[in-house]
Nanobody
Framework: QVQLVESGGGLVQAGGSLRLSCAAS????????MGWFRQAPGKEREFVAA????????IYADFVKGRFTFSRDNAENTVYLQMNSLKPEDTAIYYC????????????????????WGQGTQVTVSS
């Protein structure tokens, strides 16, 4: 059984920062990559960032480059999304995702590539 639990969302003013956490439990040793996605009201879920479970090969959506940082705490089986310079358009539910498919060298950006999902955490950025 794999569980992903996000936390750290909240309300912040534009220009502020938040750090989201995603705690993974269960058969995490089989993970190959993890990702963050987000879904704003009335919009489709979209890719934010992803990395190999080893912590390398981190990739970002263009709209978060230079503002968001995806990192991992190996000892705690927890990944983080540090979000700086937040904008009102960053308002969304943020989801953590993971997959164990092997043989994939570059973390994928597509929703269908991820088997395991957290329940999401709300991020609201006020103007």
């Amino acid at each position: 059984q794999v569980q992903l639990v996000e936390s750290g969302g909240g309300l912040v003013q534009a220009g502020g920062s938040l750090r989201l956490s995603c705690a993974a439990s269960g058969r995490t040793f089989r993970f190959n990559f993890m990702g963050w996605f987000r879904q704003a009201p009335g919009k489709e879920r979209e890719f934010v960032a992803a990395m190999k479970w080893s912590g390398i090969s981190t990739i970002y959506a263009d709209f978060v480059k230079g503002r968001f940082t995806f990192s991992r705490d190996n000892a705690e089986n927890t990944v983080y999304l540090q979000m700086n310079s937040l904008k009102p358009e960053d308002t969304a539910i943020y989801y953590c995702a993971a997959d164990k498919t092997q043989g994939v060298l570059t973390p994928p950006r597509t929703i269908g590539s991820y088997e395991f999902w957290g329940q999401g955490t709300q991020v609201t950025v006020s103007s």
